[in-house]
């Protein structure tokens, strides 16, 4: 089993052209199962539950870069402020405010990127991209000085419908490129898609992504 961890990085990691970073999605997974993927010199991990996570960050090596993936409520921002490298489910200016405010707590500027609501599906978390346009022109953003936003955030439709997860990753790549013109232009600090899972990562690099998420391509299926 162990050596699957360490087998699957190096697979998919010798795939990725040079600018994509590979996040190793743990969730759900026990310590010993992120020790054998850190061993195999991963050190980008994302979690989806603030609790599990504060747990998994006291007890493992203090050089993880770790990701919050999941949905987060505003009162569990303060487990993962002192030590969190990147939120990647900002997904109101309320969420973002509360960062900022979570931020200055602990002295830290944290990165952060918007989730976009992509999919077809009515269940998954984001803003729409008309959402997000309005929320970036309204301009109260700019002044969370304990916050930056890196960029964006998506889910593909959960489909075998390549063309369809095709054009969704399309999508937001285009939004992308076009919040990064309007309201980035002075700054190189806007730079990080996050696109793509086990089942669709290599159609969401050919559409821009820069990071991607994969968690059962690693560790298999968790048992929650
Ligand atoms: C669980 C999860 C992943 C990883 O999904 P896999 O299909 O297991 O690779 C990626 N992104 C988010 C937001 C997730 O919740």
Not at 13 to 33: D, F, N
Not at 64 to 70: A, E, Q, R, V
Not at 113 to 142: N, S, V, Y
């Amino acid at each position: 089993m162990q050596a699957d961890i360490k087998k699957s990085i190096e697979r998919i990691s010798a795939t990725l052209p040079s600018g994509v970073t590979l996040i190793a999605v743990s969730k759900y997974h026990p310590i010993e199962a992120i020790e054998e993927a850190y061993s195999a010199g991963q050190r980008h991990f994302g979690e989806s539950k603030a609790q599990d996570l504060r747990i998994k960050q006291q007890m493992l090596p203090k050089d993880i870069c770790w990701h919050f993936i999941g949905h987060l409520q505003s009162n569990k921002i303060k487990y993962i402020a002192p030590y969190i490298y990147l939120i990647h489910s900002i997904d109101s200016l309320r969420l973002l405010q509360e960062v900022d405010r979570q931020g200055a707590k602990v002295g830290r500027t944290i990165d952060c990127l918007l989730q976009i609501h992509i999919a077809r599906e009515e269940t998954k978390f984001g803003f729409t991209p008309e959402e997000c346009r309005t929320m970036l022109d309204e301009g109260e953003w700019c002044s969370l000085p304990n916050v930056r936003i890196r960029g964006l955030m998506c889910m593909a439709s959960n489909t075998d419908n390549k063309k369809q997860i095709k054009e969704e990753f399309h999508a937001v790549k285009e939004l992308f490129d076009e919040i990064r013109a309007k309201h980035f232009a002075d700054t190189d600090s806007f730079d990080i898609l996050s696109a793509g899972m086990s089942d669709d990562y290599p159609i969401a690099i050919e559409e821009g992504s820069t990071h991607i998420r994969i968690g059962s391509g690693i560790f298999g299926t968790p048992q929650k």
